[in-house]
T-cell receptor, first 113, second 112 residues
Framework: DGGITQSPKYLFRKEGQNVTLSCEQNLNHDAMYWYRQDPGQGLRLIYYSQIVNDFQKGDIAEGYSVSREKKESFPLTVTSAQKNPTAFYLC????????????FGPGTRLTVL | GENVEQHPSTLSVQEGDSAVIKCTYSDSASNYFPWYKQELGKRPQLIIDIRSNVGEKKDQRIAVTLNKTAKHFSLHITETQPEDSAVYFCAASKGGSYIPTFGRGTSLIVHP
């Protein structure tokens, strides 16, 4: 089902704690993305990475951090600085070049109590 | 940066009717326009896309049209079926780096 996985599916954390969301792909895709989805807000870009060891901020990067040490992996850390972290988080990947299609993971629903 | 507006936010139709979802974009340099379908509780999946060098593209019951001059593009679904019920997202991006900007989504409800 696309070869991109996210874990866990549901995540609960207490306010003030950092939490890391996993995203792994075995599609040999170069680019990876993190989006946040809130009702009525569409998909908003948090961070993206075009190649290993490089990443760029998206539109709503404040309170989040990422790393891209391996091509297959792009973990997202939601820090305590993120003021409203409860949301549905989607990871996506894409092969470089003219094939522009993004493949999405199944998502992680984060609830901060 | 790019701004994508999508309308309507909710669309309710009877089975067999047609459905049209419209998007406008602001950056005239955008040249790739995908549409994604997200069923309840599932991941978004690409259903059709169009590039700026064509005005229309069809795939069975779905079609997308693009008007570069007016900077708008639309998704057309004919002979709607209950399984078409989902949230549909449009997006716009420039070639090369591909950092798409998404619309806010349209919830399509097809009543049997």
């Amino acid at each position: 089902d696309g070869g991109i996985t996210q874990s866990p599916k549901y995540l609960f954390r207490k306010e003030g704690q950092n939490v890391t969301l996993s995203c792994e792909q075995n599609l040999n895709h170069d680019a990876m993305y993190w989006y946040r989805q809130d009702p009525g807000q569409g998909l908003r870009l948090i961070y993206y990475s075009q190649i290993v060891n490089d990443f760029q901020k998206g539109d709503i990067a404040e309170g989040y951090s990422v790393s891209r040490e391996k091509k297959e992996s792009f973990p997202l850390t939601v820090t305590s600085a993120q003021k409203n972290p409860t949301a549905f988080y989607l990871c996506a990947s894409r092969l470089a070049g003219d094939r522009n299609e993004q493949f999405f993971g199944p998502g992680t629903r984060l609830t901060v109590l | 940066g790019e701004n994508v507006e999508q309308h309507p936010s909710t669309l309710s139709v009877q089975e067999g009717d047609s459905a049209v979802i419209k998007c406008t974009y602001s950056d005239s340099a955008s040249n790739y326009f995908p549409w994604y379908k997200q069923e309840l509780g599932k991941r978004p999946q690409l259903i059709i896309d169009i590039r700026s060098n064509v005005g229309e593209k069809k795939d069975q019951r779905i079609a997308v049209t693009l008007n570069k001059t007016a900077k708008h593009f639309s998704l057309h679904i004919t002979e709607t079926q209950p399984e078409d019920s989902a949230v549909y997202f449009c997006a716009a991006s420039k070639g090369g780096s591909y950092i798409p900007t998404f619309g806010r989504g349209t919830s399509l409800i097809v009543h049997p």
